[in-house]
């Protein structure tokens, strides 16, 4: 269902905050009632390495995959973005998602939602369910061996985990890999570099 691109434009969407309307990973810490432990991971662990520890830990507490995807199913996510959503699609505009979430999480919400085939490109952080259900979720760059080389953005101001300056550059290109517009929706300020 992912458009042609025959308008010659990209939308951009960020997913926390645009695509729906909270944060994701404390959406789903909030409402598997670990919001207390996570704050306290969150005082030692960067971000990343928080979200991973809390799902290892509530999958100890015998929380399930089921119960973290039911979680993040009943995230808000407004009418008006779907029309959004829909509306740039059906006007030939390609639809990409770049975000600091993760993949499980947007997977799940997008599939619910009947969303999934709007997008032809979702750069995210990875997300896999291991061996014994244990969701895991990895950064999108590896930001602990060193800075910002690991994807090559050496300004002071740029996060370590995901530069969406970065990725928004490199989404200047269609499909076909013609040049093309790019519109972003979402995404705050102190998440790209400048």
């Not at 789903?28 to 290892?56: C, K, Y």
């Not at 910002?148 to 953005?153: L, M, P, R, T, V």
């Not at 989404?171 to 890999?177: E, P």
Request: with cysteine; charged share 20%; glycine share 10%.
């Amino acid at each position: 269902m992912a458009a042609s691109n025959d308008a010659g434009v990209v939308v951009v969407f960020d997913f926390d905050k645009t695509i729906i309307d909270c944060d994701s990973d404390n959406w789903v810490v909030d409402a598997l009632g670990a919001t207390q432990r996570f704050d306290e991971l969150l005082l030692h662990l960067p971000w990343n390495s928080a979200i991973d520890a809390m799902m290892g830990e509530l999958h100890s507490q015998g929380k399930t995959i089921d119960e973290i995807a039911g979680s993040i199913r009943t995230a808000p996510l407004s009418h008006h973005v779907v029309a959004a959503i829909k509306a740039a699609q059906a006007l030939g505009c390609e639809l990409r998602i770049l975000s600091d979430a993760n993949a499980f999480f947007i997977d799940t919400v997008l599939a619910h939602h009947g969303l999934a085939g709007y997008f032809s490109e979702i750069s995210t952080n990875p997300a896999s369910v291991d061996a014994g259900g244990r969701l895991r979720i990895t950064p999108h760059h590896d930001f602990r061996h060193g800075s910002c080389s690991s994807h090559g953005c050496a300004l002071a101001t740029c996060p370590p985990n995901m530069c969406k300056h970065f990725g928004v550059q490199n989404s200047g290109q269609g499909d076909g890999g013609d040049a093309a517009r790019t519109v972003r929706g979402g995404g705050g300020r102190d998440e790209e570099a400048e």
